[in-house]
């Protein structure tokens, strides 16, 4: 059964752009793909979601768990787009992100995370 194994701990080193660095690893354990360690002093933005109000009122803010993993999973691409994308989803619903946001920020990373998959 996927799990986090470690809490989120991450200080703001640049609050005009919204990055964090994870002060200690984050241990993911993934039904799809086993052991995921992102490791302490990975830099996340966590979600990138606009600050379009609409946009923000159902994303933002929320899966910041699922939305590290996902950052490092696609810094790192050791596993293809597609597997991130699918263990985003996984670690969503194990931190227990509403069916329905897990499903709209899913079809976003789908549609629209090729750019920042291939930079």
Same mark, same amino acid.
């Given at each position: 059964m996927s799990q986090f194994k470690t809490k989120l701990i991450a200080e703001l080193v640049d609050d005009?752009?919204?990055i964090w660095r994870l002060t200690v690893p984050l241990v993911f354990e993934s039904d799809e793909i086993g052991h995921v360690v992102v490791p302490s002093g990975f830099e996340t933005d966590f979600? *990138?979601?606009?600050r379009i109000p609409v946009a923000y009122f159902v994303a933002g803010d929320t899966a910041r768990y699922a939305a590290v993993v996902h950052d490092y999973?696609? *810094?790192e691409r050791t596993v293809s787009r597609e597997v991130a994308d699918g263990v985003f989803l996984e670690a969503m619903k194990t931190s227990g992100? *509403?069916?329905?946001r897990r499903a709209l920020m899913h079809r976003a990373v789908r549609m629209f995370?090729?750019?920042a998959y291939s930079s």
């Open positions: 005009e752009k919204g979600a *990138s979601v606009p999973l696609y *810094s992100v *509403s069916w329905w995370g090729n750019c």
